[in-house]
């Protein structure tokens, strides 16, 4: 069952679809965080496809549009870590008090770019984080150093316009570079964490996943590695034999530790 969700935020709202199985009963809930410029399906529809399998074993999910993506009618202006943080935070507090919703047992998943945002909702105490091809460490210091590139709006803004790997051209702020390139190195998360992660994927180094995984702090971790699988663990290919493979193995343990 699904229900179309408007959040209130500031003077707007963020948009998103709530999932829940059909049974009488309170809900645990993963509450998904898609990744850089993407939206609440997440890329190639990375986050229906999960959301599916979670409500099979009694799971609500929550998946939201961030800042400028998709549904969401703020500003492109406000999109950087801090607002998409901000974001997370409303939307988790929102759906606690949602009745039919466990508030002792929310999760939250960020896929890419919203790994850095779920691990800095850490404060908000969810039962467990999962981060799928996590962007938690890698800066994009080299972005922000192409100053030549900017280009001024007519308020006076530096932008940039970035192809993406599906063929858009997105525009970014520079308070999006200057806001990324200045997170610290989040290892001081002590909850329960699933770390997923895929061997082919171009923008994250294995070396790196394994470095930010010894370096945390929590005792109840584990790191799922998927071979021969890209950034979105292929699901942008529009095969999801790896995404499947993957929700085989995280299903357990979600269950398990929410």
Not at 160 to 172: A, F, N, P, V, Y
Not at 183 to 200: D, R
């Amino acid at each position: 069952m699904q229900e179309v969700v408007y959040i209130p935020i500031e003077n707007t709202y963020i948009p998103g679809i709530l999932q829940l199985p059909n049974i009488d009963k309170k809900h645990p809930l993963v509450l998904m965080i898609h990744g850089m410029l993407s939206c609440k399906s997440g890329d190639g529809r990375l986050f229906p496809i999960i959301a599916d399998a979670l409500e099979k074993v009694g799971i609500a999910t929550l998946r939201i549009d961030s800042c400028s993506c998709g549904e969401s009618r703020r500003s492109r202006k406000l999109y950087k870590p801090t607002t998409l943080i901000e974001e997370a935070k409303v939307a988790f507090e929102h759906v606690k008090k949602d009745s039919r919703i466990d508030d002792t047992r929310i999760a939250i998943m960020g896929h890419s770019l919203g790994g850095l945002v779920a691990f800095n909702c850490a404060g908000l105490k969810p039962k467990c984080l999962i981060t799928l091809n996590g962007a938690m460490n890698k800066k994009r210091t080299e972005e922000y150093q192409l100053i030549d590139q900017y280009k001024i709006d007519d308020e006076g803004d530096k932008y940039i316009m970035q192809k993406q790997s599906d063929g858009r051209i997105e525009l970014l702020y520079e308070d999006f570079y200057k806001d990324i390139a200045t997170f610290p190195n989040q290892y001081e998360y002590e909850g329960n964490y699933l770390m997923c992660v895929a061997t082919n994927d171009p923008h994250i180094t294995m070396d790196t996943n394994y470095e930010f995984f010894e370096n945390l702090n929590t005792q109840n971790k584990k790191m799922i590695v998927i071979e021969d699988a890209n950034h979105t663990f292929n699901a942008k290919t529009g095969d999801y034999t790896k995404l499947n493979e993957l929700i085989s193995k995280m299903l357990p343990w979600i269950e398990e530790n929410l």
